[in-house]
């Protein structure tokens, strides 16, 4: 393989000195150097040729035993030093202190038609930061992290991509469901690729252990590589740096909430400073729209995580950036005036990217009510968020309220329910809706063509994920290399994936990884 390596996280930011992989605290130091795991019989399972081209490799490379080696950790790229990056806290709104790369080692970082990316295996070894784990991962949440990556990308969510997923050949021992129930599964590693992999949690470490010079050398770094924009000086430079990450964390969430994608766990460790989709461990899609849904089993009584409640997560865990920058700036006034324009922005901006769901082109003051109308409508019956959206771009202009109803019909998991004051609240909004295209400029055909720019047909639900996941427990990847197919164009028709546009069947909705994940998944 050739690849031209450009190092200069581990080159440039201090190191611990301690090069062994025995787990401890870490202090003055933004990483450590570790030896990933050898694996005792690897295969490449799927490789994303898309990604292979950014950072570099050829078909050839991919399918070369350099390749295999490297990117399963069997053996270390020459000349390069793997590391796992120190950082810290708050999960569950708790302040967990120092986490780290528990499970991942950052193998490399290469510059590619001048674009730099650091290339990363989840999976592949014990670091000083796995605390109680064992650095591995499994077949079943490598599946879910490799397809996501790649799904939420060509959605145009902002992500980190995964290059490869590929089986280690040695069994995992997990509790999947963390009720003493341990069982042996499949191991995998996925190589994940993103300009950088660091998080909101590098700089609350350096902040909390009061080691302002290493938080100032972090902050300096990250801004001469991937903010190169901000040309400031001074303490200016960081607080444009603060206003850059909340834009790009705001963007991020946005949309999240246009696709119906929920993290389960957004955690100030799994927010990266780019805003880009991080951590794909007990995420799922909301089938029917539900803002108080989350994926995650140990969120599931208290729902910090829930689908509505994301916006408001992202604030606070840019509140703990913020308090973890302000030694650098000593003026909490610029830092609260960014905070407070996250609110403002994020609610007109949500309202408008509504809107553009809709086919609303020229806002008016009454489409807040149209807005609000519909969140509450989709709420009263169980009604899929995906295949709705999908399907109003089959209303026209001339429809009548019932016939854009039966338009809809397919999106409403329980037809049948659609009675009476159900009825009613659909017919309303809808009238509302049908006068309102009638204000617009656009034909029918031209706002259905928008619409599905922004409504995607297929999105990877959990059931989806699952069943590629038994088939690959089976070493079948059939349905595994159909999903990734099939999501590369999610906004196309694509009738041979058809089958794939459908509700949440029946049997998914309590059966273990089909509906809700724990964080061992």
């Known amino acids: 393989m050739k690849l031209i390596i450009l190092d200069t996280f581990n080159k440039e930011l201090p190191a611990d000195e301690n090069i062994t992989n025995e787990i401890r605290n870490v202090s003055k130091a933004c990483f450590s150097f570790v030896t990933p795991r050898s694996p005792s019989n690897p295969k490449v399972i799927h490789v994303t040729k898309e990604v292979a081209k950014l950072v570099g490799l050829s078909e050839a490379d991919t399918a070369s035993s350099d390749f295999l080696d490297v990117f399963s950790g069997k053996k270390t790229h020459p000349n390069t030093q793997p590391f796992a990056m120190n950082y810290a806290g708050h999960q569950f709104g708790n302040w967990a202190g120092q986490l780290g790369d528990g499970r991942a080692i950052n193998l490399f970082e290469v510059n590619h038609r001048s674009k730099q990316w650091m290339l990363q295996l989840k999976g592949a070894g014990k670091t000083p930061y796995s605390r109680r784990g064992d650095g591995l991962a499994v077949l079943r949440s490598s599946i879910r992290e490799h397809l996501c990556s790649e799904a939420m990308h060509h959605l145009g969510v902002p992500t980190t991509r995964s290059l490869s997923l590929i089986t280690t050949g040695d069994q995992v021992l997990r509790d999947m469901l963390y009720d003493g129930h341990p069982d042996y599964e499949k191991g995998a590693v996925v190589c994940r690729v993103a300009p950088t992999f660091i998080r909101f949690g590098n700089f609350e470490l350096f902040a909390a252990q ?66 880009l989709t991080i ?219 058809e089958k794939w546009f459908a509700k949440r069947p029946d049997w998914a909705r309590t059966k273990i990884g089909s509906s809700m994940l724990s964080c061992s998944s």
Request: glycine share 4%; net charge negative; aromatic share 12%.
């Open 210 to 275: 009061n080691d302002i010079e290493n938080l100032k050398r972090l902050a300096d770094y990250t801004i001469k590589y991937h903010f190169p924009e901000i040309t400031t000086k001074g303490k200016q430079k960081y607080i444009d740096f603060f206003q850059a990450v909340t834009t790009s964390t705001k963007k991020l969430i946005l949309g999240w909430q246009r696709v119906g994608f929920v993290h389960g766990v957004m955690n100030t460790d799994n927010m990266s400073i780019l805003g």
């Open 279 to 497: 951590d794909y461990g007990p995420y799922g899609w909301t089938d029917d729209y539900n803002p108080n849904w989350t994926p995650n089993t140990t969120d599931a009584e208290g729902k910090r995580y829930r689908f509505g409640n994301q916006p408001n997560i992202a604030l606070w865990n840019l509140l703990q950036l913020a308090n973890a920058l302000y030694p650098l700036i000593e003026d909490a006034k610029p830092l609260e005036t960014i905070l407070e324009n996250y609110s403002n922005e994020f609610q007109s901006e949500f309202k408008k990217m509504i809107l553009e769901k809709l086919g609303i082109e020229n806002i008016i003051t009454t489409d807040e009510n149209l807005v609000n109308q519909l969140l509450t409508t989709l709420q009263e019956v169980e009604t899929d968020m995906t295949i709705f959206y999908r399907l109003l771009a089959k209303v026209s202009k001339k429809d009548s309220p019932e016939s854009a109803l039966e338009k809809l019909n397919f999106a409403f998991y329980i037809p049948e329910s659609v009675t009476n004051n159900t009825k009613e609240s659909w017919l309303y909004w809808l009238s509302l809706y049908i006068i309102r295209l009638q204000e617009e400029t656009l034909s029918d055909e031209a706002r259905a063509t928008k619409m599905n720019k922004v409504n995607p047909k297929y999105v990877l639900r959990n059931y989806m994920a699952q069943v590629a996941i038994e088939a690959a427990d089976n070493e079948d990847y059939t349905v595994l290399n159909e999903l990734y197919e099939m999501l590369l164009k999610p906004y196309d028709e694509q009738p041979k994936f």
